[in-house]
């Protein structure tokens, strides 16, 4: 980093030097200087800038640059055959045309550049084979949830993650909020964001790209990732069946979490804890870890206990899974809240063996 350093230093204090000799547009010794060392600290930041864009961009920008200065000098050539004679305004014509074509060229270029697939010359550029389908981009609910951070942590995500200044600057928004719950939620959301960036397996850009004529955030996302075809990550019910609707793929966590709960049959036993009553006659309803709700017939007297379960039914629903269940005193065991972990489990009459059901003999 020092050698970089004095690296710059030496070529805007060259260029500053040049400057100052040659005297260039007819300035003084010491203006040139100053205008020298001006033009070195421009190209430097202009490199500094240039280091953030990738290899496909670049490529992009420079085909584009040049096609764009071939189709200037072609429309030249046609200003000084229509225009003959002109001192002033043809070459002012040629000069516009020639900055104008350079630079919708550059930019365009630039802006479709990710559209190249470098892997397909092979060589040097075959290493690159990131596509646009590995960007992901978080909205503002993804990060307040906080989830999103522990998955990233488990290494399952991959690729680029994206942050759009649009989706900081409501994160921002929020955690300026006067109201104290919302003004939580969105320093939450800049706190999972700090540790989202801190992970050295992962690969996160800031996007200064927006969208002045569109009002709601949901929707910038959506152009965005029109724009450049990739992933929205999110928990927003709504977004996700929009975002669908104009055709761009979500990665919804809610649904990544539902997939992930574990997966029982009915005759299965299971052991819960009854926390409250059913809406139901004689129903209990209990909660797994992950937050599903088990609903138990026949559980009513059983709030506040650890008992054993026969699954019935299991229901998908929008909200998420629901399991039903039957609780059978005569079958299955009753345990207490604090000693359930301490008691060892009694044979059912059905397992114990027959030796140990008859009588002693005399």
Known sequence: MADLVFIRTFFVLLLAGAAYYLRPFALESWPAATVGALLGIAVVAFEVRLKQVSLRRLIGAAAGSVLGIFGAFLIALVIDRA???????APFLQLLVLLLMTYVGLIVGASKGDMLNLAAFGGVFGSEKTSKQSFKILDT??????????????????????IPQFVLRELQLVADSGDS???????RGLDILQRIQKMQQLN?????????????????????AKLYDCKIVTNDFNLNKVAQLHGVEVLNINELANAL????????VMRVFILKEGKEYNQGVAY????????VDHAKRMISKTIDITVTSVLQTTAGKMIFGRFDEKHHGVFDKHHASDRPERPSRESASPAAAAPPTA
């Not at 225009?83 to 305004?89: D, H, I, N, R």
Request: aromatic content about 2%; proline content about 5%.
């Open 181 to 187: 719950m919302k003004r939580n939620r969105g320093r």
């Open 288 to 295: 797994l870890d992950d937050g599903t709700m088990v609903v």
């Open 141 to 162: 609910s993804v990060i307040i949830d906080g989830r999103i951070a522990d998955i990233a942590e488990t290494g399952f995500l991959d690729g680029v993650i994206v």
């Open 83 to 89: 225009l003959p004679g002109q001192t002033t305004t």
């Open 204 to 224: 996160v850009q800031l996007l200064e790209d927006d969208f002045p004529n569109v009002k709601e955030v949901d929707l910038k996302l959506i152009e965005l």
């Open 261 to 268: 709960k574990p997966v029982v049959l009915p005759g299965e």
